[in-house]
């Protein structure tokens, strides 16, 4: 459907150009949106350039921006990270002028740097076993649940950081309307959200996803792995 000056309506998106435009406005470059949807990054950029001339925007992310507007890309919902204060969590980056190094000094940066991956390579990132994973979640994943208010919980295997989680739109399905903050279990395993279902509507809520990574583990803070579940109202 056209809208003023010719342009169409976001109801005229692909699927695919829809997911493109939700990711970039989550933070995802190109790359890591061809990564996320097993594109190439051409694909990823005809998507976007089609769906740039569907809303007559000149730049992706004013067609992203455009999009979440409309109500058609939602951004992350529930998303805190216990103990990061804002000045912690922002990167900082400083130029201050080209240095030229002695030779003596590049051979000892490069050595160290070597020594660097070796020790990570020792120490690389927990497995996905050592990480904090989704046991149960109501809705469950496929399930079909009666319209009106419920409460949306997950539940990990472990006990997770106080007022620490991500519970995040994904684009697979519509984000179902929340009030109030998500409360956590006395066992700490758990977060629970009051939530309004829709007659007919496919939902979809995602934990971890992209870069948001609150859910994470007490002991530790190792953040849990991504999950996602889909669910609808009869």
Known sequence: MAGAGGAMTADSLTDGERHCLQLLAQGYDI?????????????????????????????????ARLLAQTGGAPQKIWDNKSGISPATATRHAAVSGRRVWPLGVLAMLIAVALAAVLISSNHAEPALAALPRVVASYPVDGAVIAPGPFTLRVTFDRPMAPASYSFVATGLGTYPQCQGKPVQSADGRSY???????????????????????????????????????????
């Open 31 to 63: 790359k890591s949106i061809a990564a996320e949807c097993g594109l190439s990054v051409n694909a990823v950029n005809e998507r976007l350039r089609s769906a740039r001339a569907k809303l007559g925007t000149t730049s992706s992310r004013a067609a």
């Open 192 to 234: 629970s959200l009051r939530c309004q279902a829709a007659s007919g509507t496919a939902y979809a809520v995602g934990f971890n996803q992209g870069r948001f990574r609150g859910f994470r583990a007490a002991q530790g803070g190792a953040p849990a792995q991504s999950a996602v579940i889909r669910f609808r109202a009869r």
